[in-house]
């Protein structure tokens, strides 16, 4: 779906960065603001990863969202706002906490799923009566947004089942010729999607966790309860909460394992399935930690060209690795590797949000390691 689109539109990437004088940079969100009042599609960045958006009160508008990106028509968008006051546009009543969420984290890497106002078209919200909102606090999206002067609904700017877009080239390389303007802010600072929370239930249910982590949400609420979906060790099948939830995502070209457990047992493993690659002569990506990069480095063989490293950060700081995974598993397509180990994290904090984005990278194919034998000595 959607291949025909390819070469409609000589896409422009425009950037709108700190270093772009004021008045061009003025210029070029009116122009995108414009191309967004008329029904088309423009990309943009966001503190999480780069959006594609369209008028979210345009049914056809919306419809050409799910075209360009290959999304299956039941996956909702996110509709965001600039500003408190457009929820009216978006919502048709507010539950309780969502005074107090957005009080709390907007703007900010926070999506609420509420009641839908009949503005919204069911095809923004893939036939569903609720809307999941979000106000970001990229600047730039907040001035597209207004220069636009309508709630704009965007997903990640990738095409369906591929890592999300952290930079202005990852969406050029996965929307060009199907859109006719990419915004290029710089790179994305959180680097994963928003936390979306679904604040029709009590208590709350976090229904993909995020730039906010359950941990900050139980502070403010106190009780929040986290869809198993979000952990699951195999793909949802049948109905699901929330619908993205269903579908084969985040996806690198090459097949990817994911060592999870123990990180002196994660280590073993994985130096004894990298070496047996090696020895196959396989050209083999690994995605670690920086404390399992350096016991690797020890005992792997220095095959130059055959191991590609990539070291998204510290486990000590799961923030970094959020922010860098998209980025390092296109780099990994770019480099052409056959296939990818890759190293988990615990599954707190950001953890959560990493690791509900591995195992999907991964499709599932998850090897657990348990703490080495005690071998006597
Ligand atoms: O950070 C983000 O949230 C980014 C940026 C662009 O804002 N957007 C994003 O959108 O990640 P997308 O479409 O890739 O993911 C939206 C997720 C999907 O898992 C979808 O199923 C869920 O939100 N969702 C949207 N509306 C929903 C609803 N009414 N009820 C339950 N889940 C919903
Ligand atoms: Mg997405």
Redesign the pocket.
Known sequence: MGQELTGRFATKVLPVGAQVPPDERERVLQQAGELIRAGQLVAFP?E????LGADATNASATRQIFAVKGRPAD????V?IERWERLRQVAASLPPLAATLADAFWPG?L?M?MPRSPQIPLTT??G?E???V?L?SHPVARELIAAADCPIA????NRSGRP?PTRAQDVYEDMAGRIPLILDGGECSVGV??T?L?VTTSPPTV??P??ITVEMLRRVLGEVQVDPAVLALQPVVGPA?????KYRHYAPKAPAWLFEGEPAAVTQAMAAEAKRRLDQGERLGLLVCAETAAALKEVLPARGDQLVWRVPGSRQHPEQLAHAIFTLLREMDREQVEAILIEGVPATGMGLAVMNRLRKAAGYQIVSCHRPAYNGA
């Open positions: 966001t999480t990863v780069y959006g996956n909702p968008l996110i965001h890497p999506t799923v919200t893939g569903l609720t809307v999941a979000r970001p965007a997903p990640s700017a999300s999607e928003s979306v679904d229904l993909r995020g730039g909460r929330s619908p993205g939830m």
